[in-house]
């Protein structure tokens, strides 16, 4: 039986496709795609993203991609370790950030963020209008006060001393 790889790597040639065709088609990188098909495990910095990544590529070229996973683990030995009841998995963590990114994490993004914008920009016009009203509409000497606008007192002492004429 053929390896992952040279699955693959046919079933690409057979296609007629190159590999900056996959690429575009997967949104992997290149170098991503040459190591699924040179069977590089080291490229990937831990096999969820192997087997995510081999997953995408095989539904690009209409491979059974869950038969393709079951012979990636098989040549990576982890069926084997799996069953011998050796852990692969990290628990996960339960603390309340995680929680709150798990829920985020399956928001639609590209449809909330306009949304958002679009009440941000809603919000912030209607306070600009009226703070804008309120700001014309305010007299802008009020509070202050009758000092400017009141007759100035003279005192004695604001006088100079005149020496009387001869």
């Known amino acids: 039986m053929a390896s992952v ?11 007629n496709l190159s590999i900056a065709d ?3 088609m997967t949104g992997l990188k290149t170098d991503q795609v040459q190591a699924l098909e040179s069977s590089d495990w ?20 209409k491979l059974n991609a869950e038969e393709l996973l079951a012979e990636l683990d098989a040549e990576l030995g982890q069926a084997h370790s799996e069953k011998a009841g050796v852990p ?20 639609k993004w ?19 209008v009226d703070y804008y009203r309120n700001y014309k509409s305010a007299d802008p000497l009020k509070g202050l006060g009758t000092g400017l606008n009141s007759e100035p007192i003279v005192t004695q002492a604001d006088r100079l001393p005149l020496e009387p004429a001869q």
């Open 22 to 24: 996959v690429v575009e």
């Open 42 to 61: 080291s490229a990937f910095a831990a096999p969820v993203y192997m087997r995510g990544f081999a997953k995408s590529y095989a539904g690009v070229l």
């Open 5 to 15: 790889a040279e699955q693959l790597s046919r079933a690409r040639e057979a296609r």
């Open 110 to 128: 590209r449809a909330v963020i306009p949304v958002l914008l679009l009440v941000v920009l809603a919000v912030g016009g209607y306070f600009g």
């Open 88 to 107: 692969n998995d990290v628990p996960l963590r339960a603390g309340f950030i995680d929680g709150i990114m798990l829920y985020f994490s399956h928001v």
